[in-house]
T-cell receptor, first 112, second 114 residues
Framework: DTGVSQDPRHKITKRGQNVTFRCDPI?????LYWYRQTLGQGPEFLTY????????KSRLLSDRFSAERPKGSFSTLEIQRTEQGDSAMYLC??????????FGPGTRLLVL | AQSVTQPDIHITVSEGASLELRCNYS??????LFWYVQSPGQGLQLLLK??????LVQGIKGFEAEFKRSQSSFNLRKPSVHWSDAAEYFC????????????FGTGTRLKVLA
């Protein structure tokens, strides 16, 4: 399967703990995006990488959130000191150009 | 501000019936428009996209959509719905102001009656 993969698919954590999610994009795609989707809503943009450079961060991405894409390959999204409001589906997408994005299966986070 | 509106939160149709899901957008230039489908607990699968040219676009699974600039709409249609089409459908616009990214509507949940 050469699609976008995300790990883990599900994560349950206690409030205050740190969590890290991983995204492996389609190998030839140099653009990578993170979105957050809460229940009953469409996905909302969080951040964007072109190769290893993080070029934009949404205001939704508080100081507790950090994302990296070392060497322009996989990406990680870390949430520190999780809060119940962080419970959501975190979606990763990759793109070869400024047009179509291809999404992974998502990581569903539940903060207790 | 750019936005996407999907007026119908839920739609129920009988299997074999036709389907139309509505999408309206607000965007200054000619937008890039997309429809994605999301099954429960899954990511988003691209159904079809419109960039330019023919305003009627064909997608996978028998779906089509029509871009109407005068109505700022990009409605999704299918002539005969199958039970496996039950899912949530998202319309999105690709915004080229600043970083290229998607703005999504809130989605329409489709239920199919046997």
């Amino acid at each position: 399967d050469t699609g976008v993969s995300q790990d883990p698919r599900h994560k349950i954590t206690k409030r205050g703990q740190n969590v890290t999610f991983r995204c492996d994009p389609i190998s030839e795609h140099n653009r990578l995006y993170w979105y957050r989707q809460t229940l009953g809503q469409g996905p909302e943009f969080l951040t964007y990488f072109q190769n290893e450079a993080q070029l934009e961060k949404s205001r939704l991405l508080s100081d507790r959130f950090s994302a990296e894409r070392p060497k322009g390959s996989f990406s990680t999204l870390e949430i520190q000191r999780t809060e119940q409001g962080d419970s959501a589906m975190y979606l990763c997408a990759s793109s070869p150009d400024q047009e179509t994005q291809y999404f992974g299966p998502g990581t569903r986070l539940l903060v207790l | 501000a750019q936005s996407v509106t999907q007026p119908d939160i839920h739609i129920t149709v009988s299997e074999g019936a036709s389907l139309e899901l509505r999408c309206n957008y607000s965007y200054g230039a000619t937008p890039y428009l997309f429809w994605y489908v999301q099954s429960p607990g899954q990511g988003l699968q691209l159904l079809l996209k419109y960039f330019s040219g023919d305003t009627l676009v064909q997608g996978i699974k028998g779906f089509e959509a029509e871009f109407k600039r005068s109505q700022s709409s990009f409605n999704l249609r299918k002539p005969s719905v199958h039970w496996s089409d039950a899912a949530e459908y998202f319309c999105a616009v690709g915004t080229t102001s600043g970083t290229y990214k998607y703005i999504f509507g809130t989605g329409t949940r489709l239920k199919v009656l046997a």
